[in-house]
């Protein structure tokens, strides 16, 4: 694959592999590779059920890429995808539909993960880091799903509110008491794109397999 490629955007990557070039899905795999993961594990799966639902979700998009619409971010339409997956392998979660406070509704919140931390409280220590992976887990998932897409993987409010398919205004609710609920254990000593991250070892990996079953497919 030429350096070019990898200075496609996502839309034109599409089009170019519905025209035929499907070795072209494999930067969308390996653009996506991170998002995926860090939602599979926030989500409660571990490792090897994460890959398994990756897997799947790279599939599902594949064969249905010519639905994509551009009306969102591919990786947003992806996270849903992935989010679906996840649906699948646990019962369906009965959302308690959360009134906004004042706090929440606050455009200017400031992230639970800001980059003043000092150098010392940035370097992960495994031990410790795995707690706090572990106390991610155990918050109730419809706000872990929010945290996890804010804090850990970065996405906008907006992009939140579409994969989830919730409001804007719940986005705001959700990840504001995901905070309280985490902030004595892990505020300002870890930023959030740190957590639950997806090895380059595996990505290629992954990428392999799913553009292994993909050529099968073709």
Not at 29 to 34: F, H, T, V, W
Not at 109 to 125: A, C, E, G, Q, Y
Request: charged residues 25%; glycine residues 2%.
């Amino acid at each position: 694959m030429t350096n070019e490629a990898h200075l496609l955007s996502d839309a034109e990557i599409i089009r170019r592999i519905l025209s035929g070039e499907v070795v072209l899905f494999e930067l969308l795999i390996k653009r996506n590779n991170a998002i995926l993961y860090k939602t599979g594990m926030s989500y409660g799966f571990n490792h090897h059920d994460v890959e398994d639902l990756m897997q799947e979700a790279y599939i599902s998009a594949y064969t249905n890429l010519s639905k994509f619409e551009n009306r969102s971010s591919f990786r947003t339409w992806l996270v849903r995808i992935m989010l679906n997956q996840c649906h699948h392998r646990t019962k369906k979660f009965s959302y308690i539909k959360e009134q906004p406070t004042e706090l929440s509704e606050r455009e200017n919140v400031i992230p639970m993960f800001s980059s003043h931390s000092d150098t010392s409280k940035s370097i992960l220590n495994r031990e410790i880091n795995n707690i706090i992976q572990n106390a991610i887990t155990r918050i109730p998932v419809e706000y872990r799903m929010v945290f996890s897409l804010r804090e850990v993987s970065g996405f906008s409010v907006a992009e939140t509110a579409e994969a989830l398919d919730i409001t804007p205004s719940n986005v705001k609710v959700r990840l504001n008491r995901a905070r309280t609920m985490l902030r004595k254990e892990i505020e300002q000593i870890y930023k959030g794109e740190n957590l639950f991250e997806y090895n380059l070892i595996y990505c290629d990996r992954m990428a392999e397999k799913v553009m292994g079953i993909i050529n099968r497919m073709n």
